[in-house]
Every structure is written in C-alpha cells, then in structure tokens.
C-alpha cells in the first residue's frame, strides 16, 4: 500500500483487508510523509496484529509511481504473489482468493498479472457506476497505447514481480499499473482482465488518478491527447522499453521496433506503421482516437 494523507477513508479499505477470505496475507503500508491521522492509522492496525502481518515504513516522497515502484521491486519483500493496494479503496471480500486461483493456473516462471474491471463509489460509499468493460484479449498491442486495469486491482506473481524488478524503481513511466502490462505482456507473459469487480474504487476530489468511465471521463481524454499527454506517456514508455527491451519475446520486439519508428516518421508512415504494429485499443471509440492522435502527430 502506497499512502499519503489518506486518513478519511482508510480505515474503511484496512478493514476490507483483514476480511479477506484468503487469510494469509501480510500488508507493507509506505508512507509518503503524511500529515494528518494516516500513519497513525496504519500503526494503530498494525499493532493489533503481531508477528509481522503489517509493515509500516516511510515511503521515498517522491510520488505515488516511486511509492509503489520502490515497493515491488525491494528485494527485502518476498512472497509468491503480489497486489497493489490504494488507501482510499475498499476491497471485495474475495479479492484476493479469486486472483490466486487464477494466477495458480500459469506455470511456475511464467510471468502473470491479474486484474478486473472496478465497481466504482462515491465520497460516502454511494454506487457510480462500473469502469468500461473490455472485451478484447489483453496483448502487447494493446498495452503499448492502453492501460486496461487500475492497479489497485493488480495482483501477480513473483515472475511477473522479477520483470519489474529487472526494470527497476526508477523507471520513468507514467503509471505502476500501465508499466506493469507492458511488461508481462511483452515478455509473453499471461494478463488475466476478470470482468468481475475486484475493488470498489472511491471517486473523490483528492483522488490522485480519477475515475475512468461516462463522457466526462472521454472528453479528458480527448483533451488529454490534443494536449499531447497521449504522445508524453508513449515516448516514456518507449525510452524505459528501450533500456529493457532484452525482456520482449522476439515477435514483441518487433512490434516494438516498427511502433517507434513510425512515432517519428511523417504522417503516411505512421499510419502505415500503426496498421503494421496492429497496435489497438479496446473500444471502437478509442480507436477512433488512437488514428486521431496519429494523423495530428499527437501519438
């Protein structure tokens, strides 16, 4: 768990996790300099259970990417999965029990990460709504322009974890859970998206990343690529594949060799380089966004 200043609501997301129904787990809270009740929180329950369920350490304070990504990939931080945790979250009961038995399925050495759609709340607990539903198999064309599944729905294993730690904490990249597909996904590991709704995810206005659903959520996002924050996000992500790109199987690096030639070239050979990569997005919508930002050079 990644917090800072998250007093308000995170009693109610500790006590989603001591009623898992998978018992054995063990909370590493990093706090990034809070200022208000929440390491007092995080102490007061680690206390009430002894034998090193809970850890409570201070965090790098350099943001919630360095918070997590410091965190996953600490060597003194071992076990055979691995979840994310936001502060402000709640999460269903059997959150952790669904994502193990899905994940126990991938061979031992074979890099996977779980993760679902968001059942997503208000201020007050109030129901919103649901994130998109995706229907189309998670890929490595896929992550190289969308991140299909918050990280607080994130669960993987130790594979998955060492491909991160390969890449390392100070990875520049524009989100822990984006980074964390492209990863497993280039490397020709195995992404489960669960339709199911892992996490009831709290939309609010100190919310560090807001929700991802209705017209408003689009209209960001179209102003977002116009701005050219879509363009920002994928030269991140080429420059940190670049420095791993030893990670992709063949056939992805491939794909990854025609995507970024194409990010530079001039408008004919982008769209001819987008259609050879077959990089897409989920929806029909997005798609149509994703040749927008291609043809305006905003990709």
């Known amino acids: 768990m990644g917090s800072y200043n998250g007093a308000r609501h995170l009693q109610e ?7 898992q129904s998978h018992p054995d787990w063990r909370l590493i809270a990093s706090d990034d300099g809070s200022t208000d009740a929440t390491r007092e929180l995080l102490e007061r329950f680690r206390d009430r259970r002894p034998g090193g369920h809970v850890v409570v350490r201070s965090g790098p304070g350099k943001g919630f990417l360095a918070n997590f990504l410091g965190m996953a990939c600490d060597p003194g931080v071992q076990a055979p999965y691995y979840a994310f945790c936001d502060q402000d979250d ?40 649901y994130s998109p539903l995706f229907r189309r198999a998670p890929c490595f064309r896929n992550a190289l322009v969308q991140s299909i599944a918050g990280g607080n729905t994130m669960v993987f294993n130790e594979a998955a974890r060492a491909l991160v730690a390969t890449a390392g904490a100070q990875a520049r990249v524009a989100s822990h ?108 919508i997005g798609n149509l966004g994703l040749y927008a930002s291609v043809l305006i050079n905003r990709f």
């Open 13 to 19: 997301q500790l006590d989603s996790i001591a009623e």
């Open 90 to 129: 709640v999460w269903e009961a059997d959150k952790l029990a669904r994502a193990i038995d899905r994940l126990r399925t991938v061979p031992a050495g074979v890099p996977a990460v779980y993760c679902t759609r968001t059942h997503l709340i208000g201020e007050h607990g109030e129901p919103l709504g």
């Open 177 to 284: 859970d984006w980074w964390v597909y492209l990863l497993v996904s280039g490397a020709g590991g195995t992404v489960f998206y669960d339709s199911w709704p892992s996490v009831r995810y709290r939309q609010h206005g100190s919310n560090l990343v807001g929700g991802n659903v209705g017209s408003k959520a689009r209209l960001r996002r179209f102003v977002k690529l116009l701005e050219g924050r879509f363009r920002s996000w994928n030269a991140m992500h080429c420059r940190a594949l670049q420095e791993v790109e030893f990670l992709l199987t063949p056939e992805n690096r491939e794909i990854f060799r025609i995507f970024t030639h194409s990010r530079s070239a001039g408008v004919a050979r982008r769209l001819g380089g987008v259609l050879q990569a077959r990089v897409f997005r989920q929806t029909p």
